[in-house]
C-alpha cells in the first residue's frame, strides 16, 4: 500500500495533474484542438529551454534527439569533437561512428568535469571542426559541465563552429540561456526533470544551425529536422505525433509558470545542496566536487557491499528507489535523483532512511547527522 | 457534456482501462517490473501480429517504422518497388526518394485495389527488384489490397525478393498470417487498432528479413533495427522506451485476449458490413468496391457542400466527428472509421444522424432506411 518514493535520475514521477491531462481523451492531430494545444505548448516552452527560437517535439526518445542533431548539423566527412564524460557521452560517441564523420573524443575521466583549459588546447590543436558536442549534465556522473566557459572556448575557435548541447537531466532542473551559453543547438528528453513519461524529445536551433541543417544532405526523413521546423510554422507535427505525452506536456508547462520557473530551478539547488551536505555528514564520499556537481543528481562512492546493501534496502524496508552505477561505475557509486517532480521533503525522507540503514550497518548512531546538516542546507 | 464520439480513422479513441494502465505510474525502464512488463507484452503482441517471430517495439510514430523498415532492409543503389495507393503510399515514396535507392513507383488510382495481374506484369518486367513495399489498408482511401495475392507475386518474381507491409490501420483490425501471405516485414503504428495513443510502433521481420538487416551498412542509429531485437533477447529496448504507452500495450493486449482475436476481427467485419450497407441505403456512393474494402474504415463520395454540411452538422449536432479527404481526394469523400475502441451501437448512431441530416438537407424522409439495411447487415 505504501507509495513508492522513486528518487532515480530518470524516468522521474509523474505529476498526478499530468497523469490526468494525458488521459483527458484523444484529439485528433490534425485538428485545431492540437493546433491550439501546439501553439500553447510553444509559448510557454522556450523559457524553460533558455530559448527564444522555436523548439521542435520529436516523437521518439532522447537517443533520437542527438542523433538528429548529428544528422541534420554535420555534413559527410567533417570533423566533430564529442566530450565524453560518462555512459551518454558514449552513446554520442555511438551515434557519430555509425555516421560518415569525421570523430574526435575528447574524453574527461568520469565523475569530473571539463577542464575548459586543457579542451581549449585539444581543440586548438584540431583544424577544421565544424561542431561540438557535449552534455550539460551527465546523468551517469552527476556532474554538470561549464557549458558557458565551453561554449565560450568553441566560438573562440571559429564563430562558425555549432556548439550542440544535450540538456537530458539538466533542461527543467537548471537554467538554459542558449544566446549566453554560445549553444547554437539544444536537444532534450521528456522523461527527466520535465516531469513526463519517456517518449517525446525536443530539439531547439538558433539561425545559425537552422541555416546548417537546410544545407545538410545526409540521407534521412523522420529525423530530418527540417520538416519539424516547417510544420511548427503552423504549429503542427510532420509526423503523427505522440499526442498525449503534448497534453501532459502543457499541463507540465502549466505548473512551471505556477511555480515559477525561477523558484524551481532554486529548489534544484536547494535539494542539492541538501543532499549533498547530508550525505558528506555521514562520511559518505560523493563523487563530484562542488564546482561541477549538478542540481539534478548527486552520485556517492562506496564499498560495492555496502552500497548494494544501502540500495536493498531503502527499496525494501522505505520503499525508496535510488539508482546504482552505469558501466565502469558499476558497483562503485549509487545515484539520487532530485529533479522534476522531487522536493526538499524527499531529500529529508531519504537522509532519514540513510541514517537508519547506515547506523546498523555500522553498528553507530548516526540518528540526526545527516538532517541536521540538511536541515542547515536548506535555510542557507 | 455530451462526450464526443471519434470515428476517425486514426488517432482512435482510448478504452478508460487502458488509459488508466497508462496512468499507474513510472518505472525504471532498466528495473525488473519493465522487463517483466516486455516480457509479457511480447508473449500475447504475436497473435495480433500474425507472426511468430518477436515484435520490436520502437518509442516513434509509424512514419519511423517504414523508414526503419527502408533503411534496414535495403542497401545503397539497389531497387525496390513502391505500391502506391494513397497519402500514405505517397510517404512510402517520399521516404524512398530521401534514401539512396532506385525507386520504383506502381501507381494505384485512389480508391481502386492492386490489380494482382498488372502489378506481376510491372514487376516481371524489372530487373534485380530487392523487395517490394505496399500498404496493407491505404488509410485515405479505405481500400484494403490483396495482400496475400501480392505476396505470393514477389515470391514468384524472386523467392529472395522481400515483401514489406505497412499494416498502419490494419493491424489488429483485419487478420495477418505473415507466413501464409508471403510477409518477410509488417510495421504499424499504435494509434489505429491499436487503441493507444499515438508513440509506439512496431515493427516483425522472419528470419530472411533479419538476415538483410544485419548485413545492411546505411549509416543509421536509432532506427537501426538490429539493435532492438538484440535487447527484445533480454526483454529490453536500446533506447529509453515510452513506458507509460507500452503498459497501456500490455492493458490492450489483455482486452485482445479477453474479447478473442478472432471475434474482434468480427466485429470489424461486421461494422464494415453495417455501414456500408447503411450509407448504400442513404443513395450514397461508396469510393471502394466490395472486394478492396477495408473493415476497419469506409470512405464516401459526394458533392464538397454536402459532405461539408454532413461533417459539420455531424460535429455540431450529434457530437460525431468523422474524417474527410486527403490531398486529391480532399472535398471529394468523407472516412467514418470503425477500428479499434468502436462497436456497431457506434455505427447505428452514426447512419441514424446521417439519416437525419440528409432528410433535412433533400427535404426527403430517410428516417429508418440506413439502419433498416446496418440491422439486416448486422444480422447476417
Not at 544532405?217 to 529525423?223: A, G, T
Request: with cysteine.
Amino acid at each position: 500500500m505504501e507509495p513508492k518514493l522513486l528518487l532515480t535520475p530518470g524516468p522521474t514521477p509523474i505529476p498526478p495533474e499530468v497523469s490526468q491531462a494525458m488521459s483527458q481523451g484523444m484529439i485528433g492531430h490534425r485538428s485545431s484542438d492540437f493546433t491550439e494545444l501546439m501553439q500553447h505548448v510553444q509559448s510557454n516552452i522556450g523559457e524553460v529551454f533558455g530559448s527564444k527560437y522555436p523548439v521542435a517535439v520529436l516523437t521518439s526518445s532522447g537517443t533520437s534527439a542527438l542523433e538528429t542533431a548529428m544528422i541534420n548539423l554535420v555534413g559527410k566527412d567533417e570533423s566533430i569533437i564529442i566530450i565524453a564524460s560518462g555512459a551518454f557521452g558514449d552513446r554520442f560517441k555511438n551515434i557519430a561512428k555509425a555516421h560518415p564523420f569525421h570523430v574526435y573524443v575528447y574524453e574527461v575521466p568520469w565523475g569530473e568535469g571539463v577542464n575548459v583549459q586543457e579542451f581549449e588546447a585539444f581543440l586548438n590543436d584540431k583544424s577544421d571542426i565544424r561542431a561540438v558536442f557535449s552534455q550539460a549534465c551527465e546523468t551517469s556522473t552527476a556532474v554538470l559541465h561549464p557549458v558557458k566557459e565551453i561554449g565560450r572556448a568553441v566560438k573562440n575557435y571559429d564563430p562558425s563552429t555549432l556548439f550542440i548541447v544535450d540538456g537530458v537531466s539538466a533542461v527543467g532542473g537548471t537554467p538554459f540561456d542558449i544566446e549566453a551559453q554560445s549553444i547554437d543547438c539544444l536537444v532534450t528528453g521528456s522523461q527527466k526533470a520535465l516531469m513526463l513519461p519517456p517518449g517525446i524529445a525536443f530539439v531547439t536551433m538558433n539561425e545559425a544551425a537552422r541555416v546548417r541543417a537546410s544545407q545538410n544532405r545526409l540521407p534521412k526523413f523522420y529525423l530530418d529536422i527540417n520538416q519539424y521546423f516547417s510544420a511548427l510554422e503552423k504549429h503542427s507535427t510532420p509526423f503523427t505525433p505522440a499526442v498525449s505525452l503534448i497534453q501532459g506536456l502543457d499541463k507540465v508547462l502549466s505548473i512551471y509558470k505556477e511555480e515559477g520557473i525561477d523558484n524551481i530551478f532554486d529548489r534544484h539547488m536547494k535539494m542539492k545542496n541538501m543532499i549533498r551536505a547530508g550525505l558528506t555528514a555521514l562520511g559518505l564520499e560523493l563523487l563530484v566536487e562542488e564546482a561541477y556537481a549538478s542540481p539534478t543528481v548527486t552520485a556517492f562512492k562506496g564499498e560495492e557491499a555496502e552500497l548494494s546493501h544501502i540500495k536493498d534496502t531503502l527499496q525494501k524496508e522505505f520503499g525508496i528507489t535510488i539508482a546504482g552505477g552505469q558501466k565502469q561505475l558499476k558497483g562503485k557509486i549509487l545515484r539520487i535523483g532530485h529533479m522534476g517532480y522531487m522536493f526538499p521533503k524527499d531529500m529529508l525522507a531519504v537522509l532519514a532512511a540513510l541514517e537508519s540503514i547506515l547506523s546498523r550497518y555500522h553498528n553507530k548512531n548516526y540518528y540526526g547527522t545527516a538532517l541536521t546538516a540538511a536541515q542547515e542546507a536548506y535555510h542557507e
